[in-house]
């Protein structure tokens, strides 16, 4: 089916152990994004990229690196995690300049101890 | 922080229309209006923007105010799988890459 696909669907780290997240899209959408959903709390939005190979800061991008790998490729790195990172995480694509929304996939659930 | 206001929770009866309020006092004159909702802990599904005029399409009708300053998501007949949160969000769509979402509308449908 098309969309947008994340692994792994859970995940459990130890402080200071690195992880990525990996997001895959089939839609042939040029625009990508990666979020984290706090217990309670609406989404922010971490990175996105607008296009392949542009990437730029979202609103909470400390602690976080990502690659746009391809255009159907968009993955988000944590190089020391810490506990303050446990969350969901989704990754979302979007057609630029088509005023349709975005689409998710079903999220990775990190816990960090 | 989100530049939508919302009411953190209703109830709708199974069968009635739901309306969903929201207040976007500040939005700008080329921001959309977005909706989406969330069902349990899945990803956000869109439901339907819109700019200037009423919209509708197989899921729901969004009504804006004509001063755009709120609007109104309404579910015309809802049924148990619409209980989700609902997220209002203004944004200038495309590839601004910042839908703000804010903490939505808990819509609870019971029988």
């Known amino acids: 089916n098309a969309g947008v696909t994340q692994t792994p669907k859970f995940q459990v780290l130890k402080t200071g152990q690195s992880m990525t997240l990996q997001c895959a899209q089939d839609m042939n959408h040029n625009s990508m994004y990666w979020y984290r959903q706090d217990p309670g709390m609406g989404l922010r939005l971490i990175y996105y990229s607008a296009s392949e190979g542009t990437t730029d800061k979202g609103e909470v991008p400390n602690g976080y690196n990502v690659s746009r790998l391809n255009k159907r490729e968009f993955s988000l790195r944590l190089e020391s995690a810490a506990p303050s990172q446990t969350s969901v995480y989704f990754c979302a694509s979007s057609v630029p300049g088509q005023w349709d929304g975005y689409t998710f996939g079903s999220g990775t659930r990190l816990t960090v101890v | 922080d989100a530049k939508t206001t919302q009411p953190p929770s209703m109830d709708c009866a199974e069968g009635r229309a739901a309306n969903l309020p929201c207040n976007h006092s500040t939005i700008s004159g080329n921001e959309y209006v977005y909706w989406y909702r969330q069902i349990h802990s899945q990803g956000p599904q869109y439901i339907i923007h819109?700019?200037?005029n009423n919209e509708t399409n197989e899921m729901a009708s969004l009504i804006i105010t004509e001063d755009r300053k709120s609007s109104t998501l309404i579910l015309p007949h809802a049924t148990l799988r619409d209980t989700a949160v609902y997220y209002c969000i203004s944004s200038y769509g495309g590839s601004q890459g910042n839908l703000i979402f804010g903490k939505g509308t808990k819509l609870s449908v019971k029988p």
């Open positions: 819109g700019l200037k």
